[in-house]
């Protein structure tokens, strides 16, 4: 097993990018977080999302500094999590991409007016709840407000690669 440090001193592998690459070898599932902004409804994909507490139901994600759409989820008083399934590869895609393209999705609203993804295998209502210093992410945790689910298989992220997770009995 290599040894790593992510400042890229003592022994093992360059820094940053082994730091990188040990971390892709945990698998995750995939988000779409969205919020109103001045500007309208916006998105983004985040695979950096957890639960923190069942009591008060607290959850948190992490958006990048260096992200265009990072200063809407920081001023958003709400924010939708929706997690998806493996068949809506195309929206992590989208909303990695660009934030404002909801085009075609017709989404309807939460009561407090965020956009909803439809075919999504869970979703989080959330009030804002704190926001903290990240290093070059920030750490926003949510309070639920509402939860939903449906059956499905979830899509995963591992290793660099989009996948799903198969079940053997």
């Known amino acids: 097993m290599d040894h790593i440090t992510p400042d890229g001193s003592g022994e093992g ?3 940053k990018r082994a730091f990188r690459a040990a971390l892709g070898r945990y698998a995750t599932g995939v988000t779409v977080v969205t919020a109103q902004s001045p500007k309208g409804p916006v998105g983004i994909t985040a695979n950096s999302f957890t ?3 069942l009591d008060p139901p607290l959850v948190l994600w992490c958006p990048a500094k260096a992200s265009a759409r990072f200063s809407a989820f920081t001023a958003a008083g709400h924010y939708a999590i929706h997690v998806l399934a493996a068949d809506q590869l195309d929206l992590c895609h989208r909303f990695a991409r660009a934030g404002s393209d909801f085009a075609g999705l017709d989404p309807g609203t939460t009561p ?3 956009p909803l ?5 869970a979703r989080f209502d959330c009030a804002a709840h704190a926001a903290h210093d990240g290093g070059d992410h920030a750490i926003l945790v949510g309070r639920v407000l509402r939860a939903f689910v449906r059956q499905g298989t979830p899509l995963l992220f591992w ?3 989009y996948g799903d997770f198969l079940h053997r009995d």
């Open 159 to 161: 290793h660099g690669r």
């Open 112 to 114: 407090e007016g965020l």
């Open 13 to 15: 592998r360059d820094g």
């Open 51 to 53: 639960s923190v507490s």
């Open 117 to 121: 993804l439809p075919g999504c295998l």
